[in-house]
């Protein structure tokens, strides 16, 4: 199961979709050696941006063909995470152009390790692909899905 988009940051972390329907997301993540800390637990920037797109791809699921860009986000460490983790995500409660979205990532054991809120905004996918010499998309305005 992919993402329905390129998102190269996600692919070098390692992120995998497991659940991404009617609101709810779940991602896979077994963190490597680079992506712990001083503490060798996973570091805290490896997992909000793990809860950033696991409440992404929440707030995707609901219509996958729209985008979303994090408007805002605050996040609660709870314990370290160790060992393989996954992230959690559930839709809140959406508007036409914003959707409010909760995540938390659990450990191996099922303890949650870190919880966030969040706020997105809805937004049109732009076109991706080879521009003209003028810098305009070169694709005669094919959305590009990836």
């Known amino acids: 199961m992919g993402f329905g988009v390129a998102i190269p940051f996600v692919n070098h972390l390692g992120f995998e979709l497991v659940l991404f329907d009617g609101g709810l997301s779940e991602l ?8 712990m800390n ?3 637990v996973t570091h805290g920037g490896a997992l909000m941006t793990l809860l950033d797109v696991t409440m992404a791809v929440a707030a ?14 605050k996040t ?10 996954a992230g959690k995500g559930r839709l809140l409660h ?10 938390t990532v659990f450990d191996e ?20 692909g080879p521009k003209s010499a003028n810098g305009q998309d070169a ?4 959305i590009s899905t990836d």
């Open 76 to 85: 609660t460490f709870m314990q370290p995470a160790r060992g393989a983790l």
């Open 94 to 103: 959406r508007s036409a152009t914003m959707a409010f979205v909760e995540g």
């Open 109 to 128: 054991a099922g303890r949650a390790c870190a919880h966030s809120t969040g706020t997105f905004k809805y937004v049109r996918r732009l076109p991706t």
């Open 28 to 35: 896979a993540y077994t963190p490597k050696a680079e992506h």
């Open 60 to 73: 995707r699921s609901v219509q996958k063909d729209m985008g979303v860009v994090t408007i805002e986000m």
């Open 38 to 40: 001083s503490f060798a």
């Open 139 to 142: 694709t005669n305005g094919v």
